[in-house]
């Protein structure tokens, strides 16, 4: 029996999910989340074989899951299910741990043969996926992980005070971060900085 956390902040996707899951016989959902907060409490108290995780969410993103769960839990195995099919964030899921990355486009089987063949420990790559993931550039790929991680929170919309808090790191190294995300995509301006997000696949 595989069994299964959730994490997606819409309850009509997560009960469409538990419903597709667990009419297959060797699938049992054990837990759901509608956030990063309560995935990170839920999910290490819950034990599950896998988690099947969207990449937006309210509080943080896929990203922030993956990496968090993975330094508290380094054997769990990760499905991240989203609407992104490009720019950095697919490889950059990959490389912070996750075995495996599906669009939302793709339809239920496809969704079952990514669960199955990630809880047996193998990596799943969508299809038609794969090509965007592997090889488009994208300007994001020439920041460090700490400044896509602060990159990230300026597409939010997050402000120095509320990044540097949440990264537990000073004010002025917030700026100096944000500086650098500005000089190394070549933007002027936030407002630039999201124009180009969104070419690239993010959502605010």
């Known amino acids: 029996m595989i069994r299964i956390f959730v994490v997606d902040d819409h309850p009509l996707l997560r009960i469409g999910l538990r419903w ?21 409490i ?43 099919e490009g720019g950095p964030i697919p490889r950059r899921l990959l490389a912070a741990g996750a075995l495996g990355y599906v669009s939302k486009a793709r339809d239920g089987a496809t969704l079952l043969r990514a669960v199955r063949e990630v809880a047996a420990g193998h990596r799943f790559l969508d299809e038609a996926l794969a090509a965007s993931i592997l090889f488009e550039p994208s300007p994001f790929d020439r920041l460090s992980p700490r400044e896509l991680e602060v990159a990230r929170m300026m597409i939010r919309g997050e402000k120095t005070p509320g990044i540097a808090e949440a990264l537990g790191i000073t004010e002025s190294t917030i700026r100096t971060f944000r500086a650098r995300v500005l000089s190394k995509l070549e933007v002027r301006s936030e407002i630039s900085l999201i124009r180009l997000a969104m070419d690239c696949g993010f959502e605010k």
Request: with cysteine; glycine share 10%; charged share 20%.
């Open 20 to 40: 597709l899951l667990e009419a297959q016989g060797d699938i049992q959902v054990i837990g759901e989340a509608g956030s990063v907060a309560d995935a990170m």
């Open 42 to 84: 839920m999910i290490p108290a819950a034990g599950p074989d896998l988690v099947l995780c969207d990449f937006h969410l309210p509080d943080g993103d896929g990203l922030d899951v993956v990496q968090r769960l993975l330094q508290e839990l380094p054997k769990l195995r990760i499905l991240v299910v989203s609407v992104l």
